[in-house]
Nanobody, 122 residues
Framework: EVQLVQSGGGLVQAGGSLTLSCSISGIGFDGVGIGWYRQDGGDEREGISCVGDFEGSPFYKDSVKGRFTISADDAKKTIYLQMNSLKPEDTGTYYC???????????????WGQGTRITVSS
């Protein structure tokens, strides 16, 4: 059974930092893309960042480039999203994901975590 368990998130003031973690079990990191997306309610998924064996890896959404950093610890089967210089528009529910489709324009996830809420106050 594939499981993704997230931790981190919360409330932070604009300009602050947060780190999200996602522990993944039941699937290997070979031949997949792993990353983060944001989605609230019925809104469309918004790819934030993903990493994998694809040209141009890692992918970052334009609005987070230079502020967010994705990393993966293969030994711990954990991925991270370091979020710096947070802005109110970064507010949302963040999910980690893993899937076979990974491209320089983002990743498509087959499995995802439970989601964690980030609120950035101005």
């Amino acid at each position: 059974e594939v499981q993704l368990v997230q931790s981190g998130g919360g409330l932070v003031q604009a300009g602050g930092s947060l780190t999200l973690s996602c522990s993944i079990s039941g699937i290997g990191f070979d031949g997949v893309g792993i990353g983060w997306y944001r989605q609230d309610g019925g809104d469309e998924r918004e790819g934030i960042s993903c990493v994998g064996d694809f040209e141009g890896s890692p992918f970052y959404k334009d609005s987070v480039k230079g502020r967010f950093t994705i990393s993966a610890d293969d030994a711990k089967k954990t991925i991270y999203l370091q979020m710096n210089s947070l802005k109110p528009e970064d507010t949302g529910t963040y999910y980690c994901g893993i899937g076979k489709i990974r491209t320089m324009w983002g990743c498509v996830y087959d499995y995802w975590g439970q989601g964690t809420r980030i609120t950035v106050s101005s």
